[in-house]
């Protein structure tokens, strides 16, 4: 089984960075994409970027330009580096993990990115 552990997280002032990582541990067998969704209070959980084994990324209009997803293989590592942090940015980042042979999502717990105004 896949555990995903995400850290990262922190109170920063709009217009600054912050680095998320997650690491995952367990087998990686049939795992295709890796990506962070956020949820926000009182709102619905959304997509925020993802990476293929192949190294394809993918982004919510909302944060391109200003978000990086990255991993290393290596680490079983994906990390996602935010830069211009906006008060919006503000929610509880999960790290998802995706088995499109058996449609099985596999989430961490997250990690709080708190950005004041």
Known sequence: QV???????A??????????????SGSMFAIA?????????????EFVAH?????????ADTVKGR???????AKNTIYLQMNS????DTAVYYCNAYRPQYAQNIWGRGTQVTVST
Not at 3 to 9: D, Y
Not at 11 to 24: D, H, N
Not at 85 to 88: A, G, Q, R, S, V
């Open 33 to 45: 994409t890796m990506g962070w969704y956020r949820q926000a209070a009182g709102k619905q959980r």
């Open 11 to 24: 109170l920063v002032q709009a217009g600054g960075s912050l680095r998320l990582s997650c690491a995952a």
């Open 67 to 73: 978000f990086t997803i990255s991993r290393d293989s």
């Open 51 to 59: 990476i293929t084994n192949g190294g394809s990324t993918n982004y």
């Open 85 to 88: 942090l906006k008060p919006e």
């Open 3 to 9: 555990q995903l552990v995400e850290s990262g997280g």
